[in-house]
């Protein structure tokens, strides 16, 4: 395989041609994302890194300044929310701009506007259950929330993974529909982890301890199921391609939208400048890929090696 057959998969992954791309055929340079902080500061335990339309990186970690925003060259530009989280999990950012957190020892799913002001909170902070409805309280609670994701209509959706659970709600954080349990038949979820959602609507669920994706329309109705795919961590959605980070064998894998593999990279496991370490988060742009780590308190950055020019037609 060229190696410029890589970068075309990469970079424009809705016109290559993959069904032909052996998967473990990937090969990248691995570097040190190189995100400069504040002298004394240092990541923790990174859940997540994004970018925004204008290229800026905002990066989710577990240390004492967790949520931050970086120009396009990885220069600190600020802090946001300081002192909002305890366990900071989930990551995304929507069209407008605007930024949402999960966090699994509050409870909460925070919405924060694109200048960096609390929008919206939905739970109640501490609080972990499946809702409080008593006295005329009707307000949806979480139990470790692990990732929300915004439709074109504006729908909100959290993987609600202590309760087992899918929670729609509409855009002002009001109670839509829920849907899920715990299992292992279709539509039960068995330790969810992160959702994303395509062009036409339909939702894919990470069900990690059961090891599969599994796919609804936007009112919760099962669609189908991806087997086998080790377990899925984090998933980012790139026009018709879904990528995926599985801590378990240190690997990022990408399928096509009916579930077939077309490329796996499978990291060397370790503490060092270039090993991974529980690797959790990813984004993927025409820069390549950004990986965040847990245990290695860092991001990676992938990029195709050896790229040729394009042989001639």
């Not at 970086?70 to 366990?87: M, P, T, W």
């Not at 669920?205 to 796919?215: G, H, K, S, T, Y």
């Not at 990279?265 to 390549?288: C, I, N, S």
């Amino acid at each position: 395989m060229r190696v410029s057959k890589l970068l075309c998969l990469l970079l424009f992954p809705c016109v290559a041609a993959l069904a032909d791309i052996p998967s473990d055929s990937a090969a990248f340079n691995i570097e040190s994302g190189g995100f400069e902080l504040p002298d004394t500061w240092q990541f923790g335990e990174v859940a997540g890194v994004y970018r925004t339309k204008s290229k800026h990186f905002i990066v989710l970690h577990r240390g004492a300044h967790s949520l931050l925003e970086f120009d396009s060259q990885r220069r600190f530009v600020r802090e946001i929310g300081a002192g909002l989280f305890e366990n900071p999990h989930g990551l995304r950012v929507d069209q407008q701009g605007n930024i949402w957190t999960t966090d699994t020892a509050t409870h909460l799913v925070l919405k924060f506007t694109p200048s960096g002001e609390v929008a919206m909170v939905l739970g109640k902070r501490g609080a972990a259950s499946a809702g409080w409805f008593d006295r005329d309280y009707n307000l949806v609670l979480f139990n470790q929330p692990q990732d929300v994701a915004v439709d074109a209509d504006g729908y909100i959706y959290v993987v609600d993974k202590g309760n087992s659970r899918i929670v729609k709600l509409d855009e002002n954080g009001l109670l839509v529909k829920i849907w899920g349990s715990q299992g292992s038949a279709p539509g039960e979820f068995n330790f969810p982890h992160s959702i994303v959602i395509d062009s036409e609507g339909k939702l894919y669920i990470a069900d990690r301890e059961n090891q599969r994706v599994q796919v609804f329309d936007s009112n919760g109705a099962y669609l189908s199921q991806w087997k086998e795919v080790g377990y899925p961590y984090v998933l980012m959605l790139d026009g018709q391609t879904l990528w995926m980070t599985d801590a378990r064998t240190e690997e990022v894998r990408q399928y096509d939208l009916f579930g077939n593999l077309q490329l796996r990279y499978r990291g060397e496991p370790g503490r060092g400048a270039k090993q991974f370490g529980f690797v959790h988060g990813l984004y993927v742009d025409t820069d390549g890929l950004w990986v965040s780590h847990i245990l290695n308190w860092k991001i990676s950055h992938l990029q195709p090696v050896n790229v040729l020019p394009a042989p001639a037609m």
